[in-house]
């Protein structure tokens, strides 16, 4: 490689929460570099999340995000003339910031009044095991399983 690889940034963890994940989960929700907005949304979100469930916001936080974490995906990779759908395992770090974009990118399409209940809603039914995020993975998950047979051509 010409270029040497990039150096991992240090993140600080939340001072709330004290967490590098939910440190990772604001940076992505945050736009234009309004991180105190981004937090105060997050925060409102997991209170309202909270008090919909009766448990700790944050550990349904983790749940949702683990439920909508992927396994496994398909890489597009050129054999001869044609171009194979080839399943491959997701690097731990990748696995994670897939889940948080999907989750914040179907909390933005979701119809409720503000941001926080709008992602609160995602959470909540993210750790039930549904909503669009869910969906996602599971049709990531399927396309994997129905492409089984090209595996061998992993590089």
């Known amino acids: 490689m010409r270029k040497s690889k990039a150096k991992k940034r240090?993140?600080?963890p939340d001072?709330?929460?004290?967490?590098?994940?939910?440190?990772?989960f604001l940076n992505n929700?945050?736009?234009?570099?309004?991180?105190?907005?981004?937090?105060?949304?997050?925060?409102?979100?997991?209170g309202i999340v909270a008090s919909r469930t009766n448990e700790d916001?944050?550990?349904?936080?983790?749940?949702?995000?683990a439920n909508i974490t992927p396994q496994v995906e398909v890489r597009s990779r050129r054999v001869g003339g044609a171009t194979f759908q080839i399943p491959s395992e997701i690097r731990p770090d990748r696995k994670i910031s897939m889940g948080i974009k999907w989750m914040i990118l179907?909390?933005?399409?979701?119809?409720?009044?503000s941001m926080a209940h709008k992602?609160?809603?995602?959470?909540?039914?993210?750790?039930?095991?549904?909503?669009a995020a869910f969906k996602k993975k599971e049709d990531v998950h399927k396309m994997a399983e129905a492409n089984k047979a090209f595996s061998h051509f992993r590089f």
């Open 57 to 65: 916001g944050l550990e349904v936080w983790k749940k949702a995000l």
């Open 119 to 131: 992602l609160a809603g995602e959470i909540v039914s993210a750790a039930k095991e549904e909503g």
């Open 106 to 113: 179907y909390a933005r399409k979701r119809n409720e009044k």
């Open 10 to 12: 240090v993140l600080l």
């Open 15 to 24: 001072p709330i929460f004290n967490d590098i994940l939910v440190t990772r």
């Open 29 to 46: 929700l945050m736009y234009d570099g309004k991180k105190n907005t981004a937090s105060k949304i997050f925060h409102e979100a997991i």
